[in-house]
C-alpha cells in the first residue's frame, strides 16, 4: 500500500493553510488511509547553506520521511503572490527526497489575487525531481475561515477532493 504524508509548512501559530492540512488529514485517517503528519514549525530545521544544513538532525528526519512517502500533501501559505519561504526551504533541505513523488497543495491566502503563485513550486518540483503534480489544488482566502474553523464548506470540500485525488493518483501510479 502507498503511504501518503501532510506536511504544514507554516511558522504561524494561528496558520489557515494548517488549518486546511489538518482537514485533509482527518479525511485521510477517516478512509482508513496510511497518513502520517509533519509541522515544520515544530523541528528545529535550518536555513539551507547548500553545506552543513543536511546533516542536521531536523533536516534528516525530514528528508527521511519525505523519502519514505509515495504521496505528499503540501500545507503551504502564501504571502507576496508566492508559496512562502519556509516551504521553499523545505525542498532546498531534501532535494532528491523528492523524487518520483506525487504531490498536491493545499494553500492559504490573505486574498485571491496569487491564485496562481503555486505554479513556480510545482514546476520546481516537476522539472528538479520529476514529481506528478495532481492538477487539482485548494486556494482558500481568509474569508473561508471563522477563527480556528473552516467555514467555507466548498474549501471543505475541495480539500477532501484533493486528498481523495492524492489516494487516486498514488494507487495508479505505483501500480
Known sequence: MPKHLVISTSGNPNSNSRRIGRVALAHLQKRKVDCDWIDISEMDLPLCDADKC???????KLSAAIKTADG???AAPVYNYDVA???????????SAWENKI??????????????????YANSLMLDFRCVIIPRFVFATADAFDGDNISDKKIIKRTEIVADELVRFTKALRS
Open 54 to 60: 543536511y546533516g542536521m538532525p531536523a533536516s534528516k
Open 85 to 95: 519561504a519556509a516551504a521553499k526551504n523545505m525542498i532546498e533541505l531534501t532535494g
Open 72 to 74: 505528499i500533501l503540501v
Open 103 to 120: 504531490v498536491g497543495f493545499l494553500c492559504a491566502a490573505g486574498g485571491t489575487a496569487s491564485y496562481m503563485s503555486v505554479m513556480a
